[in-house]
């Protein structure tokens, strides 16, 4: 099968064995599959984030060999073709997605995460093992690219959920790239009634007005406390840094509220520094967050399938396998937001 493989730093599309489902698992035909900010980093900072990885006590990476090689991709939806033998409750032709971990019978942890193995291929291929406990049907009413995109939408859920919102409180979300845009979403699914977004790129800034942000700043020519202080009466009690670049939590611990909650969800991937000082002075609680359960994995295919969650105006693109590599070289482009990979196109 064709598949897009990362070694070291380097991108290439070769043709690799096709897998075989082993027990608990199925193999499926990957039908649509989103591009992550996170593989962007890891195919630019593979090494750092396995050394970050290991020195937090993790194990995301332990499967993974930089000289093997990685193929990657966790946000996909994918038809079933073969199970193995006691999951024929899952037929061929049934669409399906899940949350990316494999069951493995020789991994110590029992599974790994898919997209971030050197024996398991990740959805940047034409099929994808996965693990069929996990399994969660897609309804008719979902296209692909928009059910490839259930994956980060459950990480802006998992944010929102996790800065524990409170009645008559605002918020304000720093960045406006994917993670941003699905936090906003959420937060107003919630029941937020103003969510400020600070964005520089004037593409980001008008898909943020689409999706219903009630405030959008351009921080290059605006003063951001200033202008919400103003407009809504007041610094934001909570600050969703998503950007993921030096400084921005120093800027966002700043711009909260006295007693205020930051949550960090952007993933800067170079050594940062902040002002203790500002934290405790202001009694901050800075909390960084990652993921989401298996339950907000599923709340978030459902408010996809009802229409209370709308990602579609975020897909600005759709390409081939072949075309992946050129694509992570290219994806500073402002014009694109989430790229979603076709591999049958």
Same mark, same amino acid.
């Given at each position: 099968?064709?598949?897009?493989?990362?070694?070291?730093?380097?991108?290439?599309?070769?043709?690799?064995?096709?897998?075989?489902?082993?027990?608990?698992?199925?193999?499926?035909?990957?039908?649509?599959?989103?591009?992550?900010?996170?593989?962007?980093?890891?195919?630019?900072?593979?090494?750092?984030?396995?050394?970050?990885?290991?020195?937090?006590?993790?194990?995301?990476?332990?499967?993974?060999?930089?000289?093997?090689?990685?193929?990657?991709?966790?946000?996909?939806?994918?038809?079933?073709?073969?199970?193995?033998?006691?999951?024929?409750?899952?037929?061929?032709?049934?669409?399906?997605?899940?949350?990316?971990?494999?069951?493995?019978?020789?991994?110590?942890?029992?599974?790994?995460?898919?997209?971030?193995?050197?024996?398991?291929?990740?959805?940047?291929?034409?099929?994808?093992?996965?693990?069929?406990?996990?399994?969660?049907?897609?309804?008719?009413?979902?296209?692909?690219?928009?059910?490839?995109?259930?994956?980060?939408?459950?990480?802006?859920?998992?944010?929102?959920?996790?800065?524990?919102?409170?009645?008559?409180?605002?918020?304000?979300?720093?960045?406006?790239?994917?993670?941003?845009?699905?936090?906003?979403?959420?937060? #107003?699914?919630?029941? *937020?009634?103003? /969510?400020?977004?600070?964005?520089?790129? =004037?593409?980001?800034? !008008? $898909? +943020?007005?689409?999706?219903?942000?009630?405030?959008?700043?351009?921080?290059?020519?605006?003063?951001?406390?200033?202008?919400?202080?103003?407009?809504?009466?007041?610094?934001?009690?909570?600050?969703?840094?998503?950007?993921?670049?030096?400084?921005?939590?120093?800027?966002?611990?700043?711009?909260?509220?006295?007693?205020?909650?930051?949550?960090?969800?952007?993933?800067?991937?170079?050594?940062?520094?902040?002002?203790?000082?500002?934290?405790?002075? #202001?009694?901050?609680? *800075?909390?960084? /967050?990652?993921?989401?359960?298996?339950? =907000?994995?599923?709340? !978030? $295919? +459902?408010?996809?399938?009802?229409?209370?969650?709308?990602?579609?105006?975020?897909?600005?693109?759709?390409?081939?396998?072949?075309?992946?590599?050129?694509?992570?070289?290219?994806?500073?482009?402002?014009?694109?937001?989430?790229?979603?990979?076709?591999?049958?196109?």
């Amino acid at each position: 099968m064709k598949a897009m493989v990362l070694r070291g730093t380097s991108l290439t599309v070769e043709d690799i064995p096709r897998p075989s489902p082993g027990p608990g698992q199925v193999l499926a035909k990957v039908l649509a599959s989103g591009i992550c900010g996170s593989d962007l980093h890891q195919a630019k900072h593979w090494k750092e984030m396995m050394d970050a990885t290991a020195r937090s006590g993790g194990s995301a990476f332990d499967a993974a060999n930089l000289e093997k090689g990685v193929v990657m991709g966790h946000e996909f939806v994918a038809e079933i073709v073969e199970t193995a033998p006691g999951e024929e409750r899952w037929k061929p032709g049934t669409r399906v997605t899940s949350v990316p971990r494999l069951p493995v019978s020789d991994s110590p942890q029992g599974a790994v995460g898919i997209g971030y193995s050197s024996d398991h291929s990740g959805a940047y291929s034409e099929y994808v093992l996965m693990g069929s406990a996990l399994l969660l049907e897609v309804p008719d009413s979902i296209p692909d690219k928009i059910a490839a995109t259930t994956e980060p939408s459950a990480v802006g859920l998992h944010a929102v959920r996790s800065a524990e919102m409170r009645s008559g409180e605002h918020a304000l979300v720093m960045g406006a790239g994917p993670i941003g845009l699905m936090t906003l979403l959420w937060l #107003k699914k919630e029941g *937020v009634k103003h /969510v400020t977004v600070t964005e520089f790129r =004037e593409e980001r800034r !008008s $898909l +943020a007005e689409r999706l219903g942000a009630d405030l959008v700043i351009n921080p290059a020519e605006e003063n951001v406390t200033d202008l919400i202080t103003t407009k809504v009466g007041g610094r934001p009690p909570v600050v969703f840094e998503a950007v993921g670049v030096v400084g921005t939590i120093q800027q966002s611990m700043e711009l909260v509220a006295p007693s205020g909650r930051v949550i960090v969800v952007g993933v800067c991937m170079v050594p940062d520094t902040i002002s203790p000082m500002v934290g405790v002075t #202001k009694r901050l609680r *800075v909390e960084f /967050v990652l993921g989401y359960s298996p339950e =907000e994995y599923a709340e !978030s $295919l +459902a408010a996809l399938a009802d229409g209370t969650i709308n990602t579609a105006p975020m897909v600005t693109r759709s390409v081939t396998i072949d075309e992946l590599p050129d694509i992570f070289a290219s994806l500073a482009d402002p014009k694109d937001c989430k790229v979603v990979v076709i591999p049958s196109a």
